[in-house]
């Protein structure tokens, strides 16, 4: 999803998000996620109890958040083991438990709320046995 192609981010917080890209092997779910400015770290250092949320509707639903930890990029989560790199952007690999539908969505949130969501509305949404990368 690309934040400036209108099914992005809400109007209040244009510019932090600039687009999620993502792909699919069958076994794992690949999400990257691009700042506008700066890096990931920086971008939550500059937020006051700033999160990055990765939320699955589909297969199982999950969320994983990313924050700082004595200026590292950690995540926490429930019941599933990602991997994850944090550098210029945000790098993401959650293994599916099952086959078949895959939905997400991103987003950018403070301690009162949420800033930024990706996409605006709904989900990003694909077959789990499509083998592509896309960037909606």
Do not use: Y
């Amino acid at each position: 999803c690309d934040a400036a192609s209108g099914q992005g981010s809400m109007h209040e917080a244009t510019g932090m998000l600039k687009r999620v890209l993502f792909g699919c092997n069958g076994r794992s779910l690949f999400v990257r996620v691009d700042p506008e400015r700066g890096d990931i770290r920086s971008l939550l250092a500059d937020l006051p109890q700033g999160c990055l949320n990765l939320h699955i509707a589909s297969p199982a639903q999950e969320t994983v958040t990313f924050h700082l930890e004595r200026g590292v990029v950690s995540h926490r989560i429930g019941g599933i083991a990602v991997r994850h790199a944090a550098g210029r952007v945000l790098e993401v690999e959650v293994p599916l438990a099952s086959p078949g539908l895959i939905q997400f969505s991103v987003s950018l949130s403070i301690g009162s709320g949420t800033l930024q969501r990706l996409p605006r509305d709904g989900a990003i949404t694909f077959p789990a046995d499509q083998a592509a990368d896309w960037s909606v």
